[in-house]
């Protein structure tokens, strides 16, 4: 995600501090853009090992205090590490062994490393451990990745960051990573839950590009209370509450714990939920107490409670069960004892009916009153396994003259748009 490659070498900085305070503003946008924030331009800096900075307004050192400080649009570049940011003020403090310790960023802070980028309303680098403590409002992301939260914290090691949500906020993190062709399935017409839904600033952001059209995009975005990013193993770990979507495919995922594994081109190779576990794929739903990846995804391993439901076809339990991936393959063949197996079979009309907003619009055309269907926004988006259960969540909803009137209508609607 967002490294600083060791420790940060600020002794000699500060040596040379008021010579390096150049007077005059450096621009800086007030705002990053998911994907490509606006460059901030480095002060010249000549000296490998100097911390380089300038501001528009004052300047100083306490010697006696251990203290140095810079007001007014303060830009610095530590050369050695390619290590640009930028803030409205700048504190730095000195230990008793007069080494520079500690640089205090505040106000409108922004920095970048290379293709990785991060602001926020204050940051913290420590000299002795190598950290750079990123928080309030913060906002960090790469080439392919997004994160917002607020508290960041990028560790010694250049690959590792531990990301916080805030007390009434989740994280919110998007990977624009690839997968194969042969494992692509429909994109869904539902919604998740209202309470587990993404903010906004998620449901907006695209997936990567298609390279060479062999791979095409798989949009994964996650809201959690707690991150661990260890690019270097291409690990991922969420905590607290996590949903993850991969858009693409259709993929909603709940759990107590998510860890995903990456591959270098990018690819989703492995998942790994724990608590309370459910994956919901285009007409299937999964669940059980853990739920692993294997095969590089092919194949999903259902532990503890397991459950399997192919709306419309099967309701299979037991204390484990494999299935595949791709939804349209259904169950594997497990030659490990599993306990009692659970299985019904469905009969009769059960083709799942799904009322999104495309065939509300459809409606609308057809002449149903706009009172009418706002009665139904409450469903739309969900997924009913047949016309049954469909009517009875719609005729509550409605007057007896609508029911009379529209009832068939609307079921006949939400079956077609199923059956696309």
Same mark, same amino acid.
């Given at each position: 995600?967002?490294?600083?490659?060791?420790?940060?070498?600020?002794?000699?900085?500060?040596?040379?501090?008021?010579? @390096?305070?150049?007077?005059?503003?450096?621009?800086?946008?007030?705002?990053?853009?998911?994907?490509?924030?606006?460059?901030?331009?480095?002060?010249?800096?000549?000296?490998?090992?100097?911390?380089?900075? =300038?501001?528009?307004?004052?300047?100083?050192?306490?010697?006696?205090?251990?203290?140095?400080?810079?007001?007014?649009? *303060?830009?610095?570049?530590?050369?050695?590490?390619?290590?640009?940011?930028?803030?409205?003020?700048?504190?730095?403090?000195?230990?008793?062994?007069?080494?520079?310790?500690?640089?205090?960023?505040?106000?409108?802070?922004?920095? +970048? +490393?290379?293709?990785?980028? /991060?602001?926020?309303?204050?940051?913290?680098?420590?000299?002795?451990?190598?950290?750079?403590?990123?928080?309030?409002?913060?906002?960090?992301?790469? !080439?392919?990745?997004?994160?917002?939260?607020?508290?960041?914290?990028?560790? +010694?090691?250049?690959?590792?960051?531990?990301?916080?949500?805030?007390?009434?906020?989740?994280?919110?993190?998007?990977?624009?990573?690839?997968?194969?062709?042969?494992?692509?399935?429909?994109?869904?017409?539902?919604?998740?839950?209202?309470?587990? *839904?993404?903010?906004?600033?998620?449901?907006?952001?695209?997936?990567?590009?298609?390279?060479?059209?062999?791979?095409?995009?798989?949009?994964?975005?996650?809201?959690?209370?707690? /991150?661990?990013?260890?690019?270097?193993?291409?690990?991922?770990?969420?905590?607290?509450? *996590?949903?993850?979507?991969?858009?693409?495919?259709?993929?909603?995922?709940?759990?107590?714990?998510?860890?995903?594994?990456?591959?270098?081109?990018?690819?989703?190779?492995?998942?790994?939920?724990?608590?309370?576990?459910?994956?919901? =794929?285009?007409?299937?739903?999964?669940?059980?107490? !853990? *739920?692993?990846?294997?095969?590089?995804?092919?194949?999903?391993?259902?532990?503890?409670?397991?459950?399997?439901?192919?709306?419309?076809?099967?309701?299979?339990?037991?204390?484990?069960?494999?299935?595949?991936?791709?939804? !349209?393959?259904?169950?594997?063949? @497990?030659?490990?004892? =599993?306990?009692?197996?659970?299985?019904?079979?469905?009969?009769?009309?059960?083709?799942?009916?799904?009322?999104?907003?495309?065939?509300?619009?459809?409606?609308?055309? =057809?002449?149903?009153?706009?009172?009418?269907?706002?009665?139904?926004? /409450?469903?739309?988006?969900?997924?009913?396994?047949?016309?049954?259960?469909?009517?009875?969540?719609?005729?509550?909803?409605?007057?007896?003259?609508?029911?009379?009137?529209?009832?068939?209508?609307?079921?006949?609607?939400?079956?077609?748009?199923?059956?696309?």
């Amino acid at each position: 995600m967002f490294s600083v490659k060791s420790k940060v070498a600020l002794a000699a900085a500060f040596n040379v501090l008021l010579g @390096s305070v150049v007077m005059g503003s450096v621009g800086w946008a007030d705002t990053l853009a998911p994907v490509i924030p606006p460059a901030i331009s480095p002060p010249d800096c000549p000296e490998y090992d100097s911390l380089c900075l =300038q501001a528009d307004r004052s300047g100083g050192v306490d010697l006696k205090a251990g203290t140095a400080y810079l007001e007014g649009n *303060v830009v610095g570049f530590l050369k050695r590490h390619d290590l640009v940011f930028k803030a409205q003020s700048l504190k730095a403090f000195r230990n008793d062994n007069d080494e520079w310790v500690r640089l205090e960023l505040d106000r409108e802070v922004g920095v +970048q +490393q290379l293709e990785r980028w /991060a602001t926020a309303d204050h940051a913290v680098v420590e000299n002795d451990t190598g950290r750079v403590e990123l928080y309030g409002r913060v906002k960090m992301g790469e !080439e392919s990745a997004y994160i917002e939260g607020e508290k960041i914290v990028i560790e +010694q090691d250049p690959e590792r960051s531990i990301i916080d949500g805030g007390p009434t906020k989740p994280l919110l993190m998007r990977y624009a990573a690839r997968s194969a062709p042969a494992n692509r399935e429909s994109a869904p017409t539902e919604s998740a839950p209202t309470e587990s *839904v993404p903010t906004e600033s998620a449901r907006n952001m695209t997936g990567a590009e298609d390279v060479n059209g062999e791979t095409f995009p798989d949009t994964i975005l996650v809201t959690a209370r707690h /991150a661990i990013i260890d690019n270097a193993a291409g690990l991922a770990r969420y905590e607290g509450n *996590v949903f993850m979507r991969r858009v693409e495919m259709g993929w909603r995922v709940w759990g107590d714990m998510i860890e995903l594994t990456f591959s270098e081109d990018q690819r989703l190779t492995d998942i790994h939920v724990v608590g309370g576990a459910r994956i919901e =794929q285009p007409n299937r739903i999964l669940s059980g107490d !853990e *739920v692993v990846s294997q095969n590089e995804m092919e194949i999903l391993l259902l532990i503890g409670n397991a459950h399997a439901r192919q709306i419309g076809q099967f309701d299979i339990k037991s204390d484990r069960i494999e299935v595949y991936a791709d939804a !349209e393959r259904g169950l594997v063949q @497990s030659k490990d004892q =599993q306990g009692t197996l659970r299985l019904t079979l469905n009969f009769g009309d059960v083709t799942p009916h799904i009322l999104d907003t495309s065939n509300v619009d459809l409606l609308r055309d =057809q002449g149903l009153p706009a009172g009418t269907l706002t009665k139904l926004d /409450a469903i739309v988006g969900q997924t009913f396994e047949g016309r049954s259960a469909f009517i009875e969540a719609v005729r509550p909803r409605l007057s007896a003259a609508e029911a009379e009137r529209f009832l068939d209508t609307i079921a006949a609607a939400a079956r077609k748009q199923a059956a696309k």
